[in-house]
Every structure is written in structure tokens, then in C-alpha cells.
């Protein structure tokens, strides 16, 4: 069947016991067992939860894997990735992260025995060059956040699988959507459900995607035995959301691209980092391994306090954290999602000071595109 069919139907299928054509919010914490050792298949609900059973399924089809898991935020589904890892074992990782995930490696992690490398994995040689005798896992964002970098997944899966390393993939930007790292040969896909998943701004989660059994098997008893869980009710809103996320990931990139090409043409703006435009370096990859260029998008602007004019002067765009509802929300990275990485570290990356990031949401374009005109009419 095709995406948007599988992303209605796959996992909620009619309650049997009633005929709801919207699977129910299962919110109970255990459930009653017909004698000792004999049960419907659920014992408690940090092991297995009905809502959450039908979004890991629907989510595993998305994406084309065998097994899927749902986590308490996105951040808790890498960890559990990070998991499958014991003490002494390297990671090469992408230069540009997440400042979350950054975080999470160089002051968590780090601190358990693991030591990690971070490379520009849009150089495929780079990465095989960082890899160690006891490299285990690449793990890679792409586009990254926030200056939308791409990484030829095939390429990297080659080496990866070439050495015997597991790869894992961030897909939170694109969504299985727009973008499937599991069919150009990566292991693992990783997602912050709060974001295009969910798509509106009403939930936190995370997932985990995979194909191999062992992999699942493993993930499987490192989310029951960590507990890091999706609750039913957050379960029921992802479901809700996937439902209209092939007509919202359509939306989400005519809207980027009509408002990177304004951006692009407006006098005040330095720079634009978007995939779907042809000045971007990695434009015919993106065109290759996405299916569109989707909602994100930053610019530079050429100064913090550029930058501050056009975020205080927005009126229709959501001056807000995270990415991927239906609303614009816009940011400035250096103090926001990406505060936790060192400045000078921040500027190696192209992440100044003046750079602001758009999650372009579905409004009409031409409110968004007039709401940024007059915002970047302050700076002067």
C-alpha cells in the first residue's frame, strides 16, 4: 500500500471490542491476568501498552523496519541507542548535532566510558578515516540542525557495514516521509516524535526504528528495563498526527521553499541554508535521498542584534523551541537548541550569532513571507 494509506491504517485497525475506528487511549498502568500465567498478551504497561503497540507498529511500516519503539522524548530513544554500547567502545559521530545530543555524549555519556569522535559526515572519507579499532556505531543527522547539512547515507551505510559498525540515523527533520535512511542501508532511525510526527506541538516522544531481530530483540529489554517510556495519551497523539503527515510534509515544503526563495532574494539576508534551493552545495543530493526539501530552513542575518530585531519584530511566526507543528516557529540557535555547544565550537559550525531558524509550519505562504518582509524591515 502506499505511505499515506499505511500511516492511517497500519497499527489501528477497528477495536475489536467495540468498533471505535480510532484506536483507544489504553490508560491503565497493569492489566488483569485470566490465571498465573496466562494473559491477552499484556502483564503491565511499562513492558507493553496497547496505544503504544499501535504506534510502534504503524512507525516501524513508515519507515520500512521490523520493529519500532517509542520513548519519552527524542532524546530518550538516542540514549536507549547508546545503550546498546558498554564502556570502551568509540562513536563517530556528526560534527554538527543536536545541541541536545551533543550534550547528552560529551557530559553524559562520556562520563560511562564512551568517547566519541565528530567528523563532517558529509565527507564520506572523513568518517572511514575516524573510525578506531573499537569504533561500534556512526551516528549521524542529516539535514543537521540548524545550517541543513546533508549526509549521503548510502555512502556512509557502505563504510559502516564495510567495518562492521552499526549506523544510526537521525531522521527527525525529514520524517519517513520525506526521507528513509533504513532503504539507502542505515540500522538504526532515530526520531523525536515530538516533531513532524506528532506535528502539532501538543506532545514530547521519541522513536526508534530498526530490521535487524537482534537489534530488536536488544531494544526491546533495554526499554522495559530503563523504562524511559511513551504514556498512552502521548502514544494517541502521535497516532493522531501520522495520519496527516504525508499531506502535511507536502504543505510543509512548497511553504520552505516559497519562503527560502524569498529570503534568499531579500537584501538583508547574508546567507539562506535550505536544501531545496539550488544554491545549496548538496542540492542534488538532497534531491536524490528526499523526497522534498521540507519545512526547516535558517539565515543569516550578519549580527546578534539583526538577529534580535527580526525575532522581536515577528508576529505571525512563533518565537518558540522546537520544530515541526503546523505553526511557524522561529529561533536563534546560539542561544537556544544549540546554547549547550561551546561558542567557539558554534562558529566552526556556521552557527553565529546572527543565524535564525525557521520551521516553516502550513499557513498560507503569503502571510509568512509578508510577516518576515516586515520583520526584516528592522533591521538597520
Not at 259 to 268: D, S
Request: charged letters at 20%; hydrophobic letters at 40%.
Amino acid at each position: 500500500m502506499g505511505f499515506a494509506t499505511d500511516a492511517i491504517h497500519i497499527g489501528q485497525e477497528p477495536d475489536p471490542a467495540t468498533g471505535a475506528i480510532i484506536v483507544p487511549i489504553y490508560q491503565t498502568s497493569t492489566f488483569v491476568q485470566e490465571e498465573l500465567g496466562k494473559h491477552k498478551g499484556y502483564e503491565y504497561a511499562r513492558t507493553s501498552n496497547p496505544t503504544r503497540a499501535a504506534l510502534e507498529r504503524n512507525l516501524a511500516r513508515l519507515e520500512g523496519g521490523a520493529a519500532g519503539f517509542a520513548f519519552a522524548s527524542g532524546m530518550a530513544a538516542a540514549n536507549a541507542v547508546m545503550t546498546l554500547l558498554k564502556a570502551g567502545d568509540h562513536v563517530v559521530a556528526g560534527h554538527n548535532l543536536y545541541g541536545g545530543t551533543y550534550r547528552l555524549f560529551e557530559r553524559v555519556l562520556g562520563d560511562f566510558g564512551l568517547s566519541f569522535s565528530y567528523v563532517n559526515t558529509c565527507r564520506p572519507d572523513g568518517v572511514e578515516a575516524a573510525l578506531r579499532p573499537n569504533t561500534r556505531l556512526i551516528f549521524i543527522e542529516t539535514p543537521t540542525n540548524p545550517v541543513m547539512e546533508i549526509t549521503d547515507i548510502a555512502a556512509v551505510a557502505r563504510i559502516a557495514r564495510s567495518h562492521g559498525i552499526l549506523l544510526a540515523v537521525d531522521n527527525t527533520f525529514m520524517s519517513p516521509y520525506l526521507q528513509r535512511p533504513l532503504d539507502h542501508g542505515a540500522d538504526i532511525v532515530i526520531h523525536s516524535t515530538t516533531k513532524y510526527l506528532n506535528g502539532h506541538s501538543d506532545g514530547v516522544g521519541g522513536a526508534v526504528i530498526v530490521n535487524d531481530a537482534a537489534l530488536a530483540e536488544r531494544l526491546r529489554f533495554i526499554q522495559n528495563a530503563a523504562g524511559a517510556v511513551l504514556g498512552p495519551f502521548d502514544s494517541w497523539l502521535v497516532l493522531r498526527g501520522v495520519k496527516t503527515l504525508a499531506l502535511r510534509m507536502e504543505q510543509h515544503s512548497r511553504n520552505g521553499l516559497a519562503v527560502a526563495e524569498y529570503l534568499e532574494r531579500h537584501p538583508r539576508v547574508k546567507t539562506v541554508h535550505y536544501p531545496g534551493l539550488r544554491s545549496h552545495p548538496q542540492h542534488e543530493l538532497a534531491q536524490r535521498q528526499m523526497r522534498g526539501p521540507g519545512g526547516m530552513l535558517s539565515f543569516e542575518t550578519g549580527s546578534l542584534e539583526n538577529a534580535k530585531a527580526v525575532l522581536k519584530s515577528v508576529r505571525l511566526c512563533s518565537l518558540a523551541e522546537s520544530l515541526g507543528g503546523v505553526e511557524t516557529l522561529i529561533s536563534h540557535p546560539a542561544s537556544m537548541t544549540h546554547a549547550s555547544v561551546p561558542p567557539e565550537r558554534r562558529r566552526q559550525l556556521g552557527i553565529t550569532d546572527g543565524l535564525v531558524r525557521l520551521s516553516v509550519g502550513i499557513e498560507d505562504v503569503d502571510d509568512l513571507i509578508a510577516d518576515l518582509d516586515q520583520a526584516l524591515a528592522a533591521i538597520t
